[in-house]
């Protein structure tokens, strides 16, 4: 079986989810439950993972395991210090990596409305790629606006895909693609690899696997928590099951 590392960045600002309690959207319960547990534990409980890497900065690290001892207790997750930037924190933890691991996944701890399913797929894909992401095709009319606000253009959408997290990549690929970076400042690691010069595979995901980053987003997902699909239970079902997900 081929086993996978999991990085989820947290060191951000959450500079666009500021709270009266000054949390970091990632430390937020969202239904009772902190972002970063809802979305580190579809990893951490997998067969296929054997290592999960939560990137936190380090001036939050200390109060972090000081405040979430009982949820650390119990999930096998190791702590880094992020850097400046997410390409900076994402290859700290890189290189905590173990060397036997054969895929490296990274998502973005800030993405709670993840499922298995979606993992599944995109696992999936990259070991049949060596690189893969989720993504969803774009939808919506895009405009190119400039400085004052006003539309320069409007951008064909045809083939244009809104990339999400997981993304992952054969280890060494990701490790030689971090190698040859330079000064790029990536928005997400699909991006470094492309200039690696290798193909990334596109998985269709879910517009429900959104990314928490404004008070808008979180309370979004607190409605979509109960529209993800559920994972059926052999055996167990009910005659009358929603076959919606089917």
Known sequence: MPTFAVILPAAGKSSRFATQQSKKKVFVEL???????????????????????????????????EKFRPNLAFMNVEIVAGGAERADSVMNALARVRADVDFVAVHDAARPLIVKDWINRVFRAAQNHDAALLATPVTSTLKRVDSRNQVQETVPRANLWAAQTPQVFRRQLLMDAYSRRGNLQ??????????FGHPVHVVEGSPLNIKITSQDDFRMAEFLLE???????LGFLHP???????
Not at 34 to 44: C, G, Q, S, Y
Not at 56 to 63: F, G, N, Q, V
């Open 240 to 246: 009358f099951a929603d076959e919606r997900f089917e």
């Open 186 to 195: 990536p928005t997400d690691e699909a991006q470094l690899v492309e200039q």
């Open 227 to 233: 529209a993800l699909p559920k994972e059926k239970l």
């Open 31 to 65: 239904k009772g439950r902190p972002v970063w547990v809802r979305t580190a534990e579809l990893f951490a409980n997998r067969d296929d993972v054997v290592q999960t890497i939560l990137v936190l900065s380090p001036d939050d690290i200390e109060w972090f395991k």
